[in-house]
């Protein structure tokens, strides 16, 4: 269903509209719903709270995560056209038990950074954690789903202040991706061997932004970080390929992953 309104407004009710598009609605499930569902399937949560997690949703979101959905959607159609080819969501591929006591929700991965002065631990979460199986060989990816209205590179006062990382940006995502890489952290805490960081953009101008960040902060010093690590790819670049996926790495060189 989800494929299917991609491509399509979508729109919530009382006149709250969506990015996506306008003529769908969201329908929320409630208490009623839930019991009715758990009847069918017993992994449907308990119907605690169903009302005020559904007064909690706004409307970016929803956006967010129908986004998201959409780039998943947009893989597993790939891959469906790729005997060789098949997509691994996160539960499939992680094990949790590898993960150290005490570091926080199961999605984060934690890292110790190294920024200016300062060594701080921290920690992201990715919009997605998948891998993708080709020709007998596994690639794991941690999605980032930019929108275009997060900052790519605070400016130089921030960067130095507390302040960077109280507040959320993409370069400091890649900073604590390219620190967890360093450390092995992915090994530790979700149990894979190797990841590369697959952000989702807007537009080329965005694209080569990041480009421009990695460029400033991750090509050398205490941060050096491959370029390979981090991927990038916009929804025009998306919807315009015929095959495959291909993507483009912070030195802009292009990789097909599939």
């Avoid at 998201?68 to 159609?77: N, Q």
């Amino acid at each position: 269903v989800v494929s299917d309104l991609l491509d399509r407004p979508l729109s919530l009710k009382h006149g709250i509209r969506l990015t996506l598009g306008t003529d769908l609605f969201i329908y929320a499930l409630a208490r009623l719903g839930a019991r009715r569902l758990q009847k069918i399937d017993p992994q449907v949560p308990e119907p605690v709270r169903w009302t005020q997690k559904n007064a909690e949703l706004k409307p970016l979101s929803i956006e967010h995560h129908m986004a998201i959905t959409r780039f998943m959607t947009f893989a597993a159609e790939r891959c469906a056209a790729h005997p060789d080819a098949t997509l691994r969501y996160a539960d499939e591929i992680i094990d949790h038990s590898q993960r150290p006591a005490g570091q926080g929700l199961a999605n984060i991965i934690r890292a110790d950074v190294k920024w200016h002065i300062n060594g701080r631990s921290e920690g992201t979460a990715p919009d997605q954690i998948f891998a993708l199986d080709v020709d007998d060989e596994r690639q794991y990816f941690f999605l980032e789903i930019d929108e275009g209205s997060e900052t790519v590179e605070p400016g130089d006062r921030r960067r130095r202040s507390m302040r960077f990382w109280r507040d959320t940006s993409l370069l400091r995502k890649f900073l604590i991706y390219s620190a967890a890489f360093r450390a092995g952290e992915h090994k530790r805490q979700f149990g894979i061997p190797v990841f590369r960081v697959l952000t989702v953009t807007t537009s080329p101008e965005r694209i080569e932004t990041m480009q421009e960040a990695y460029r400033n902060h991750l090509i050398s010093g205490q941060n050096k970080t491959t370029p390979g690590l981090l991927l990038f790819t916009d929804w025009d670049a998306l919807a315009a390929s015929q095959d495959g996926l291909v993507v483009v790495n912070a030195a802009g060189r292009k990789v097909r992953l599939i």
